[in-house]
């Protein structure tokens, strides 16, 4: 037969509970003991101190009021130190009154005149009196004849101060130490009614900290904790936290980069890390709603805003600048699909007219009927190009005037138009003049005489951008909310939200320390002015020195 192995044995392992209750409600019991014991203690080191020297105190009030009996004094001097001596009877009877341990009176030598036990009467004292022969008084604890003693010593004098001896008086130390041991057990009870009321504080702290972190150990706190950070920081969508207060603390790494901030906005409200407009509206609360639009510098942000239990609030911010341009190069493609499928239907008809003319052997008719059909869209094309140098942008404008030829609006380039090819950020102006068209477009679109006029011009270095409709106008209380994010009249595409391009035109126009209004045009209708300073590069001068160089060549020449 084999022999079984012995059960495995179970080692038992001491160490804190796992419930933060336990824990919390452990530590706080240990530190109410240890304060109440720590109390206890530093009460009692002096307390036996001040004890000792009340009795020393005492005894020495005794010595110097038997010291002041003259009756000692004379008797002293006239007779002789004995058991039933006047001298003994005076100090046994202050010894029963004062209940003091002895009381000692002796002359110059030392010679006991009076003690307790009255054989040692005639003895030279234990204890040396020298110094309250010499005039001091003494306070002391020692030993002698009758144990350990508070003891009291003082001179006495006769009628003229001169000293013929000494009171010793002794206040019996066990009786001190009785003291001391009579107040502890009344001292160990208030302490033990501050522990208890220690222990019932840290009963109520620690359910309430239970209720607060519901009942979760440290570890997994700072495992949540860890979690969190790496969470917030890892997600590809920005988070910023405030406090009740309103004022920020906490953004992960994609809230900054969003916002264009850095961590020194923690501990500051959105209106002083952010400036004052519609971001920090958002963030504040002062705007509600969900998924609200707003713009930061170039970027275009969903925000959404809720409010925690602390009396803060939680604000999740997505890019949708990305999405936003698709979906205004969605919308540009489809009216341009829109206005290839009615060209489609137009060039159509045209060769219809063509084919028809040519049977008929109409054929001057013919000719004159394509010069005017392409003539009309060269026009268009020279009186922009002619006006505007900026490739950009003269592309641009050909493309619109087409798309609302086919919409039905005319769109004239005002004949003050002059811009040359200087511009610094095309493809800013290029922004900014596609969504005010597109604008005006849809603002004359369906009434009749529709015109949406453009006009481009530089000073100097500054380039001012007109925009005229005439359509029904912006009353004069919407024209500043015209350029908030997320404000419009119009019913929102399902791809997108409106709202974005007005407000992205005015930020593009103050990034460049310009401006963008709108007021009433002439004739009715909405006019848009967009102001740019330093939009254009200086002129160059190369071609006014190729001039001068050219004539003074001919004029060589001659």
Sequence with gaps: MGMSSPPPVRRLRLGLP?????????????????????????????????????????ALAIAQTTAQQP?????????????????????????????????????????????????????????????ALAGREVMEIDDGTLGRSARGKVPLRDDDGRIVGAVSVGIAYDSVRARLIHAIPGLFAYAGGALAV????????????????????????????????????????????????????????????????????VGRSPDEALGEGRTADVLAGRVTGTDLLTVRGQRV?????????????????????????????????????????AQDHEYANRMHTLLGLLELEMYDDAVEFVGEVVGDHRATAEQITERIREPLLAALLVGKATVAAERGVAL????????????????????????LVDNALDAVAGTAHARVEVELRAQGRTAIL??????????????ELVFTEGWSTKEPPAHRQRGIGLSLVRRLAERQGGSATVGEARGGGAEFTVVLPEALAEP?????????????AEEESR
């Design 466 to 479: 007109r925009i005229r409709d005439t359509g029904p106008g912006v009353p004069a209380e919407h024209r």
């Design 18 to 58: 796992r419930r933060m209750f336990s824990q919390v409600l452990l530590m706080q019991l240990a530190i109410a003991a240890g304060v109440a014991v720590l109390a206890t203690g530093l009460f009692l080191a002096p307390l036996g101190d001040q004890l000792d020297d009340q009795a020393m105190r005492r």
């Design 540 to 552: 160059d001068p190369e071609p006014a020195l190729t001039a001068l160089a050219k004539t003074a």
């Design 71 to 131: 009756q000692i004094v004379r008797d002293l001097r006239g007779t002789a130190p004995a058991p039933d001596g006047p001298v003994q009877e005076e100090a046994e009877r202050i010894r029963e009154a004062t209940q003091a341990e002895y009381v000692v009176v002796m002359d110059r030598q030392g010679v006991r005149w009076s003690h307790t036990d009255p054989r040692r009467i005639g003895e030279v004292v234990s204890t040396d009196p020298g110094q």
């Design 412 to 435: 004239w380039v005002s004949d003050r138009t002059r811009l040359p090819d200087r511009l610094i950020d095309p493809r800013g102006l290029v922004t900014i003049v596609g969504n």
């Design 198 to 265: 220690g222990a019932l504080a840290a009963w109520l702290i620690s359910r309430r900290v239970q209720r607060q972190t519901r009942d979760l150990a440290f570890s997994d706190i700072a495992a949540l904790l860890a979690e969190r950070e790496a969470m917030l920081h890892g997600i590809r969508e920005g988070v910023v936290a405030l406090d009740r207060s309103g004022r920020i603390r906490l953004l992960n790494d994609e809230a900054q980069r969003l916002l264009g901030i850095g961590g020194e906005a």
């Design 301 to 341: 942000l969903v925000a959404n805003r809720m409010p925690t239990d602390d009396g803060g609030a939680v604000a999740t911010l997505r890019d949708r600048t990305e999405l936003e341009q698709l979906g205004r190069e969605l919308d540009s493609t489809r009216g341009l699909i829109d206005a290839l499928r």
